[in-house]
């Protein structure tokens, strides 16, 4: 179910008609995706379809129009240049509280769990488990990297990012980012020990028959609950830095760039105002 809205939510940030085709199918996205974890027999595939559904009709109809929303109220402090470094504290906490709108309603299909035999919850954490070492596997592949090259790599993916949005970017910018990337705490490994203790906390709950739907719905609706003091410390020390960073860009742009960020943010607007009116019929 997490998959759910992992794919709903990266499918938003893509841009023009073929994001627009993409969250429409969404829900086949998402019904394949867990099938990749768990091979299910006929019932529970219509059973999987129509919650699915149910999931892909609830965030389109009450979810798309709170991104437009927080998304419009920012693109006209930026147009209006009235944005204050606690507009962007506000925003990410307006992200992070979408996401924990789709974890929530997610969590509310848990029961659904017991729908699977004991063969079928093991295969579904076995393949869960083997996506996370899959992620310990690169980590480790790009700790053996030179260090300076990994940084580097960095650069040059948020440097794309932000190119798409404002255009190349000056010297002076180009040293924020540099700096930025330097200096950021790196929450990587942290961040997969985090995972791995979620996921043994899974299994427990999981493979203890019947699944207690209460244990289940904490883990899902919760997971900070299992960070070490370590990682929220340095989540908490990333956050700023970031805030502080985009802070820093925002005083930097020119008039073009400006105009340039309105514009994008004017793109992803008419993408969701598109998919509210197709869910809306």
């Avoid at 990587?188 to 020990?193: A, G, P």
Wanted: hydrophobic letters at 40%; charged letters at 30%.
């Amino acid at each position: 179910m997490r998959v759910l809205g992992f794919a709903l939510l990266t499918l938003l940030v893509l841009s023009g008609c073929t994001a627009n085709i993409g969250y429409q199918f969404a829900d086949t996205l998402v019904e394949w995706r867990v099938k990749e974890y768990v091979d299910l027999n006929d019932q529970q595939e219509a059973t999987l379809a129509k919650k699915v559904d149910e999931l892909h009709l609830w965030h389109a109809r009450t979810q798309i129009p709170e991104y437009r929303e927080a998304l419009f109220n920012l693109r006209e402090k930026v147009h209006n240049q009235t944005l204050e470094k606690a507009d962007i504290v506000a925003f990410e906490r307006t992200l992070l509280d979408f996401w924990q709108n789709v974890l929530n309603r997610v969590s509310k299909e848990t029961a659904l769990i017991n729908d699977l035999s004991v063969k079928q919850k093991q295969q579904l954490f076995e393949r869960i488990e083997e996506k996370q070492q899959e992620r310990f596997e690169k980590f480790e592949e790009k700790q053996s990297e030179n260090p300076i090259l990994r940084q580097l790599e960095q650069v040059n993916e948020v440097e794309s990012d932000l190119e798409d949005i404002i255009g190349e970017l000056t010297e002076q910018q180009d040293k924020l980012l540099r700096g930025w990337v330097s200096k950021k705490p790196s929450l990587q490994e942290d961040w997969l020990n985090y995972r791995a203790k979620w996921l043994t906390e899974f299994e427990t709950v999981l493979l203890t028959e019947p699944t207690d739907i209460n244990k289940l719905t904490a883990l899902i609706q919760d997971p900070k609950q299992l960070r070490s003091e370590a990682l929220q410390e340095k989540i908490e020390q990333s956050s700023e830095a970031r805030n502080t960073f985009l802070w820093n860009m925002y005083l930097s742009l020119s008039g073009n760039q400006r105009k340039a960020a309105v514009e994008k943010a004017d793109e992803y607007i008419d993408l969701l105002d598109s998919i509210m009116e197709d869910f809306n019929d």
